[in-house]
């Protein structure tokens, strides 16, 4: 027992189950972290692990197979929804075109139902006539068999003519009163007119202005066209200049060509003829060989005729029936096979026809997205500009450069002009608004001014003014009515005597006696018209004469002028002009000189008159002294510098002062 516990102790690693120390072991063991339960915890933990790892990425795969499931879903769902929008849309096209078309049926039926109503009604009066006239002829008959009855009494002879009175009476009462009513209406019509006739007016006015504006506009435009022909019949002169002269150059180069085309001809005949000398013997074998040829074919032809004759013989004759027979059984049969393949290409170019209609359902119904029809508007686009383009490198390209640089010079000759009109109406609407504020605030002006109570009054009066104005207005164009169509009426008298007169005239003159008389005015007639028309002759020569004359003054004038500028243009003739200029120069000063020393002489006699015209200067005259003394001074002066006009002015002005 000691034995095997010291073995235990020896080999502590082993447990032996069953004994205590085993309990040990696993104790120690445990407090190690070794042992069977902390063995067994971890393979349970690593099989959880495991586990759960396992659980982790079987949810991952269910959650993947749930996420394609839901977009299939999605997908099937997006689908279906296409499927329907589709479907819906057909039904909305369809639903609209059956519209359309039960629209169209309504509208026919409405057209035809209105027609039968319109041929209803116009039925339906010549009915009514029809029975109306019925009615009356029965209302007549009876009326007629009752009169008859009362008329066989004399006592009714009375009351018919009281009542033919009567109706009479009342007849004149009813076209009295229907006249009185025509006159009221037509006053009414003519008041109506007459106010209206101030809006008309004014109407006519803007009408007036819009047609001028028009015309206006009408006639820039043309002038702007005007100018484009104009530039265009250059152009094109220009152009056929240069045709002309290219042409004229092709002739010369042609008549050139032409003229070293006849001299080979010449030299080319010339060696012809030679030849021909020398190869007239070989020319006769030629000759003998084509009468050979001949004959030869002569005999040709009778041993052909030979042929036809055996030909018609019986024999013959059902052998080419044979012959006839069996290339009509190849014709039919080269007929059908003809129709065998036509059959065949109709079938092919149904196939492709329906291929084809398929196709473009499938490209319309591809193309019905916007993104689509845009890239289709583009490629057309796109081709169109293409060909364009091709077109235009096709053309010559000269030509297409000028077409070009025309077309521009058009297009800015076009923005000027538009620019220029946009201005000039820019211009327009300014001074239009400018004077639009202007009326405005002349209008407010008088607006505040009228609104015074002392401006009632007067508005009264104007406006009983302006009412009696219009009234004169209306009885004035009245009478120019009356008097226009009195003048028209008499115009007609007129042109209507001068008519029967010319007839009778032309009667009287259809005599033999008028005839010569006739013949003797014509004469006159034309022998005056002679006079006149030689005069109208000498006249214009006179005239021609006269401008001649203007013409020849006018070029002596300037020749001689020229002949002077000539002149002047020598040295010494420079000199002297230079002298006269210096000498008018010295002069201007010694005047400015002279006004300098005046004025202050002029002032000072001024105030000395002035005052000796005072009343007390009366008691001292010792200003008039030195009055004449400057009078004295003004006049030396003068004399020498020659001023005497001013210095009579001044003593002029002084002695009136004097005598004040």
């Known amino acids: 027992m000691t034995v095997a516990r010291t073995i235990l102790h020896a080999t502590p690693a082993i447990p032996i189950p069953g004994t205590s120390h085993d309990r040990l072991y696993d104790a120690a063991a445990a407090s190690r972290g070794r042992g069977r339960e902390p063995r067994e915890r971890r ?18 795969e269910r959650k993947k197979e749930r996420k394609k499931e839901e977009s299939e879903r999605k997908r099937k769902k997006e689908r279906k929804k296409r499927a329907r929008e589709k479907e819906r849309k057909c039904k909305r096209e369809s639903e609209r075109a059956s519209q359309k078309e039960r ?57 018919r003519k009281k009542e033919r009175k009567k109706r ?10 229907e006249s009185e009513e025509k006159k009221k209406e037509r006053k009414k019509t003519q008041e109506r007119e007459r106010k209206r006739e101030p809006a008309r007016e004014k109407e006519r006015k803007r009408e007036r202005e819009k047609k001028k504006e028009r015309k206006k506009r009408k006639s820039e435009r043309e002038r702007a066209s005007q ?64 009468k050979r040829e001949r004959e030869k074919k002569k005999e040709r032809k009778k041993m052909q005729e030979r042929e036809r004759k055996k030909e018609s013989q019986p024999e013959r004759k059902k052998e080419r029936k044979k012959r006839a027979r069996e290339k009509e059984r190849k014709k039919e049969n080269a007929r059908a096979k003809e129709r065998e393949r036509a059959s065949q290409r ?76 946009r201005a000039s109406q820019r211009k327009k609407e300014r001074k239009k608004k400018e004077s639009k504020r202007k009326r405005k605030k002349m209008q ?18 104007e406006r009983k003014k302006e009412s009696k104005r219009k009234r004169k207005k209306m009885q004035e164009q009245k009478r120019k009515k ?12 007129r042109s209507e005597r001068k008519r029967k007169k010319k007839t009778q005239e032309q009667k009287k003159e259809s005599q033999p006696e008028r005839k010569k008389e ?53 040295p010494e003739r420079k000199k002297e002009r230079k002298k006269r200029e210096s000498e008018r120069k010295r002069k201007e000063r010694e005047r400015e000189r002279i006004y300098h020393c005046i004025a202050p002489l002029a002032l000072f006699t001024l105030s000395v008159s002035l005052v000796d015209a005072h009343p007390l200067a009366s008691l001292n005259r010792g200003p008039q002294l030195q009055l004449i003394s400057s009078t004295q001074q003004l006049s030396l002066i003068s004399r020498e510098y020659h001023f005497t006009s001013i210095v009579n002015i001044f003593n002029s002005l002084i002695r009136v002062v004097c005598v004040c």
């Open 43 to 60: 393979k349970k933990e690593r099989k959880c692990k495991s586990e759960s790892e396992r659980e982790r990425a079987s949810q991952r």
């Open 103 to 159: 629209k169209k049926k309504e509208r026919a039926r409405e057209k035809e139902r209105k027609k039968t109503q319109e041929r209803k009604k116009e039925r339906e009066p010549a009915r009514e006539r029809k029975k109306e006239r019925k009615k009356r002829a029965r209302e007549k008959e009876r009326k007629r068999k009752s009169e008859s009855e009362r008329e066989s009494q004399p006592e009714r002879e009375k009351e």
């Open 168 to 177: 009479a009476r009342e007849k004149e009462r009813k076209c009295k009163s």
């Open 227 to 290: 100018r484009e022909r104009k530039k265009e019949r250059k152009k094109r002169a220009r152009e056929k200049e240069r045709k002309k002269e290219n042409a004229r150059a092709k002739e010369r180069a042609s008549q050139r060509e032409r003229k070293k085309e006849r001299e080979s001809e010449r030299k080319r005949k010339k060696e012809k003829n030679a030849r021909v000398k020398e190869r007239e013997p070989a020319r006769e074998k030629e000759r003998k060989k084509e």
């Open 346 to 421: 109709k079938k092919e170019r149904k196939k492709r026809a329906r291929e084809k209609e398929n196709a473009r359902a499938r490209a319309k119904e591809r193309e019905s997205q916007p993104e689509r029809k845009k890239e289709r508007k583009k490629k057309e686009s796109k081709r169109k500009r293409k060909k364009m383009q091709a077109r235009k490198r096709e053309s010559q390209p000269e030509r297409e450069k000028e077409k070009r640089e025309s077309e521009r010079k058009r297009k800015k000759e076009n923005a000027r002009a538009k620019e220029r009109e």
């Open 444 to 461: 407010e002006q008088k607006r505040k001014k009228e609104s015074q109570p002392e401006r009632k009054k007067e508005r009264k009066k």
């Open 482 to 493: 009356e008097r226009a169509s009195q003048r028209e009426r008499k115009k007609k008298e």
């Open 518 to 570: 006739r013949k003797k005015e014509r004469k006159k007639e034309s022998k005056r018209k002679r006079k006149k028309m030689q005069e109208q002759k000498r006249k214009k020569e006179r005239a021609s004469q006269r401008e001649r004359k203007k013409k020849e003054r006018s070029e002596r004038k300037r020749k001689k002028k020229t002949q002077e500028q000539k002149k002047e243009s020598q």
